[in-house]
């Protein structure tokens, strides 16, 4: 187990975006990390203050100034680097900094997949450094908590994965639904279109407005499908629709699933509700950003907004056999920036709530 | 076949709720209707154009004034009866419309059902008037139009039913798909939950916020499920999400379906995509209120917003073997107040899209 | 007076940003004009219909295509040319076409000015065909009525000036409030600033924002104290404040005006009343596009989005002196493309309304 | 001065309306008080977690349960009361509490004014405990800390005229403005009508609507006057139009000022620029929650929602004569909660932005 200077020195490389200043945000509001650089090309030279005047009241914000991205100085000045960079472009910034003995964050795609074939499948390049695979953890932490601690190179999760595995993962894990025929359909916030200047996401083609997109295999299919067929023992293929709505902020996914054994009456219905039940508690009572609602309450995405937690609920349907599950959570918070934060505090050791209540 | 006096007269009983708006803006632009009374209880005595000021500049929103709801009267003045009431009470003015000679079209739930038992199982209540069930016609154009011109109680379709059918029941009738394990998964604008009074639907509690509600047996599963059985020639059963979103007007459905024939090879694919393009084309080819999309575009309400049109997409997606339908409508015209005046113009033998382009 | 043909046949220059879309929707549904061209340079060779799907069902965006423009081919094909371009751009489109015999109506600012040298000073370039002003005819039909009938070149105002203009002309010219210390604050939906990929119009920027933009010295300002001096017969000094507000569509305008007679009882606050009461009726009541609230209610932009209608109200507050204005209109409608088909109905002695109820 | 225990026992009374459940929010993440009661007749016998799931991770918020308020009980649990309540009613309970000892921070206007006379013009009702207002304190920590720090009873100030009094004030009491003429043009949020089942306040009446209300006697006028009179050193008369948007939080207001001193030259417009910044720098350079803008940046409510902090900045305009100073708030923080929780902090002598940041 590695030990971290006190304050633990973090940079981000690519600050300029939505999970960029979501970063900024926590990292300059955390207890024991010290933020010391953050780059972007086109913001170099302005202040965190000026390029985002939310944090102005913050001296830091007024003080740091954006940078150029030099990795040799980056190396020197941070233990830990955050890489909120599009996918593609991460992994060249990561080699460097890793040989330099810097720990890497990285919110791209580009370590997630353990088959660098798979990785060429779905983002339609080459993996620009597919031995670095083998060394990354997936960052999802209420399933790789023990192996983030260890890595010098965490893979944080993408957004809508994030909203899938964490309902997903204990019930294959506990064999309480069958690896087929899964089905998500998540509807995600305008933020996760990140901070891009496209007629798409201009205000007036997402207000009013609800549409589906990337049908029928988006990129996130892989990182999915590679962790639920982990959790599951077999290949498991999903079918998975995301949906782009007028919010700022916030995915919801509904999941349909097949539990194991089949239930037709209301007895077998709450026997089967009580194992669930039973799985969610064990997965996750001890876990501080899931939230698992076990009354009438459904997940809403308002409910966690600007939060690092997953709320999550299920429903058993006598009439059609299927047990759904319905998540919600702040896309870019647990599915992006809050989600690093917190692979950063399992890393360097403190509580895991650092920053981010 | 029946014959209207010219222009046909036309009442709206609870004209104040959003598809009571709506069906006053409808009326009061159509060629061929004159509306000759609305009636809200709240309002009696104001004029159309006090309690809906966006009418204002139409004389006859000035002149017209809200009544309380008198049967008597109202049989006297109108050819036929918009009802736009809560379940359970529209069928009180529905029984002594019919018995003075209107035409009814109504646009709750209590003639949509053939089976009062079924309604008693959905709505918590006996049925009102049962023995009219026989009499009424399910008012969806597309599927009923033969029956709608000879009516004399139009029961016209809910907004989920309407984005859900028109997708589905072609492909049933071709035998296309299988008529089990079929999923609905829906989102909905706020104005789908009327004009009240209610903490859940004020501005803050919806914007900002997606969830699901109503789960797992929402009452219009009782008139999918029926015509979705008629249209399969056997009993089908839904699984049906709806979800709020915030949004004022559109309902988004994606549906999962399985094909009747398997398909494994982007060669099956192509000739099921065949198949399915024709089986669209020769239900709506010829119908001006349903555009099928059959290049990169998927439906997005607002492209439909405020229009009588639903908007239909579909995509083979040869990893899973699923069909994916998606539709997209403006939840008050297509799924209440316009289809309900498509029932009217078909009735009365107007061109199908008069008041309604 | 001239004649035109019947029908009148139009086209549109720059029909890809939102007051083109909204031409070509208002101009495919006009009963008296044929579209038969629209140009952009982006979408040249792709159907209406493909570009907007909101317009798929009608027949003639699915056989329309957009074309480059070309003057030579355009002044062949059409009678009246709308011009929905870039101030600057306008006018090297607008030269040729008057030459060509075309009657031109423009929605940019090239023409609004009778001034190059407050255009110069406005738009920081030289006007690019100076001579062409004095033709020009400011296309604001409920001032220039006339003179819009015998134009060859209509200067379609701008939005925001339309919402400070029509409440405020009437009042000056019946020398009821000084011309001196008015002040306008408006609000404007994003569709405000245009189809146009800047991170500034991202839905993410301006949902859950509102802010002020543009200060001091908004380029509208110019037209607008043309014609408030105009009408004053002095020259007026306008202090503006434009705000970007989260809505997609509709210009709200509050006006403080100084009354020429002080009043500071109830009762000359009461004649005060009347006589503007009378001003806005001798101005207004047979106008079919400006509705002139007189009850409790103050305009709302929700109730005339989508139409050609300006809403206005007024109060005296008897603690101040001030009389203030509020207007709503939908900035694209009669702040742009309505009022410039009103003009065209006017041009070719068509009813006002025509293609806009 | 005073001395509190540590930590602090604070409750809510009031606490399921907007402001309640930010006090909530505050307090239960608040370093030195402890939340031990909160009441809400409705809610009694509910967790906080339950009727607010958002909360539901805090371990107190799933203990503590709503209670009815009782003011013998609640006067023993408590240090300090927050009363969350509507005028006329917050004062019956003031009453007690002040008798039996607690400190109360009143977020409601029964305290506001010094003149029981005004309050019955304002609020059309007589003031229910006219002796109490010589005993209160405004509570707007810039302008009167010293005085809360020894008050027993806060009235915390409204949020509109913290929008206005914060930029103003300092103005005034420099002699930079005349104290006559000025306008204040607002625009609120949803959120600022209170969590009310209305049918103004639907999402479907709000969303893609802007309208002024409650002219031109807004019951603040009130307070602003008062407070604005006090600064100047003589009778105020205000100009003040509050508008509501779509948005949850934020209030924007844009301010109209004459200049004590007439300007027309780029000289003289430096000369009292400069004299400005001075004066917002003597008066807020230190201030942790005023955040004064001094380069091309205008307020955005979207860079302080969530916040305790105010925005503002300033633009001389010499083409009018005038000072326009513009500022942004979030309504239920700064302009409610937030504030009173700054109150909070003075009055026990902690950190001033203990629980704020």
Known sequence: ????????????IGASGYSGEELVRLLLGHPHAELVAVTSRQYAGQTVAQ????????????ALRFSDPNVGVLATQADVVFLALP??????????????????????ADFRLRSAAVYQEFYAHEHPA?????????????????????????????????????????????????PTGIIADSMSGVSGAGRKAEL????????????????????????????????????????????????NR?????????????FSSAEEAAELNAQIAACYRAAYADEPFVRVLEGKAL?????????????????LDVRTGRLLVLSAEDN??????????????????????SGLL
């Open 250 to 262: 916030g995915i919801h996914t509904t999941l349909y699933l097949a539990p194991a054994k089949h």
């Open 87 to 108: 996918h593609g472009v991460a992994a060249e910034f990561a080699v460097p900094l890793l040989a330099a003995g810097c720990t890497v964050i990285d919110l791209s």
């Open 1 to 12: 187990m590695r030990t971290f200077p006190s304050p633990v020195r973090v940079a981000i």
């Open 332 to 353: 870019i918070v647990k599915g992006a920036s809050g989600q690093a934060v917190q692979s950063l505090n399992i890393l360097c050791g403190w509580a895991e709530t």
């Open 200 to 247: 798409d996401y201009l205000f007036c083609e997402c207000n009013e407005s609800v549409r589906a997109y990337g049908l029928p295999k988006h990129r996130h299919l892989s990182e999915i499908e590679q962790e639920l067929s982990l959790a599951a023992g077999e290949a498991v293929t999903l079918q998975f629709t995301p949906h782009l709505i007028p919010v």
């Open 130 to 178: 597919p031995d670095l695979l083998a060394k990354a953890v997936y960052g999802l932490p209420e399933v790789y908590r023990a192996q983030i601690r260890e890595s010098q190179l965490i893979a944080s999760p993408g957004c809508y994965p994030t909203s899938i595995l964490l309902p997903v993962v204990p019930l294959l894990r506990a064999g309480l639904i069958k």
């Open 51 to 62: 390029i985002f005047p939310k944090f102005a009241s913050h001296p830091k914000a007024r």
């Open 299 to 315: 997940p809403d995405t308002k409910n966690i907004t600007g939060t690092n937690t997953l709320e999550l609920a299920w429903r």
